[in-house]
């Protein structure tokens, strides 16, 4: 029996070029994996934002792990999924922003990304 190969990668110095984002000297070893079948998995810490883009720009539609493994995405069309599915490993968004509601009450002094206007 053959074996199932997943190959698993960061991004940032790995697979994209360290200064330059680029990913063309990996294009010959990700059109190899894919005429193999073999899923390339992004594993990052960008945002799935981010990390949708890069994959349109790549032309590859496949699972993948972000914010240093707070989540992992499942987009639509993968695995058989009619619409993305996202499993989250941590507090979500509305249970962080409670904890740092209560630091702020005891004074605490931070700014977040929730707290800056979206221009």
């Not at 790549?58 to 993948?64: K, L, V, Y």
């Not at 409670?98 to 702020?104: E, K, N, P």
Request: with cysteine.
């Amino acid at each position: 029996m053959q074996p199932h190969l997943i190959v698993f990668t960061d991004l940032d110095g790995t697979l994209l070029d360290h200064h330059s984002y680029s990913w063309r000297a990996a294009s010959p070893a990700m059109a190899r994996l894919a005429a193999y079948g073999i899923p390339l998995i992004f594993n990052s810490s960008k945002t799935a934002a981010e990390m949708r883009h890069l994959q349109s720009a790549m032309g590859i539609r496949a699972p993948f792990i972000v914010e240093n493994g707070a989540a992992a995405v499942i987009p639509t069309g993968c695995l058989g999924r009619t619409e993305e599915q996202v499993m989250n490993f941590g507090a979500d968004h509305q249970q962080v922003l409670r904890a740092l509601m209560v630091q702020r009450e005891a004074g605490a002094q931070f700014r977040g990304f929730s707290d800056m206007p979206d221009t």
